[in-house]
């Protein structure tokens, strides 16, 4: 009788043994998911922020908004990134861009 309860001991501890390793895996899973999700959200926020500082040189964008309003997205930008970028210069290309969009360029490529 005494081995029975031995084996059942050992059993029960091995039982344990396997709940506990389970409940550690699961919650080295859910430290892995919290850290692809922040790290997910810190992306998306950066590259938020990278669209609303750059966004306005896309294709549709240099199709849809006025010549001033690019002028002035390009000078917001050029402020901005003063080291990088030449305020000037850039709202002057901008500008002949912007204008080069509203014709047939950049809207039939856009459009296509």
């Known amino acids: 009788m005494t081995s029975f309860i031995k084996l059942y001991q050992h059993v029960a ?7 506990l390793q389970k409940q550690e895996i699961q919650r080295e899973c859910f430290c892995v998911y ?3 999700i922040t790290e997910m959200r810190n992306r998306l926020e950066a590259y938020s922020k990278v669209s609303e500082d750059f966004g306005f040189l896309s294709g549709r964008s240099l199709q849809k908004r006025t010549v001033a309003d690019l002028e002035n997205c390009a000078k917001d930008l050029g402020l901005k990134y003063s080291k990088d970028v030449n305020a000037l210069e850039i709202v002057r290309e901008i500008g002949s861009t912007g204008i080069f969009a509203k014709g047939a360029g950049i809207a039939r490529y856009v459009a296509g």
């Open 13 to 19: 501890m091995d039982e344990n043994c396997l709940v």
């Open 34 to 36: 919290d850290k692809l």
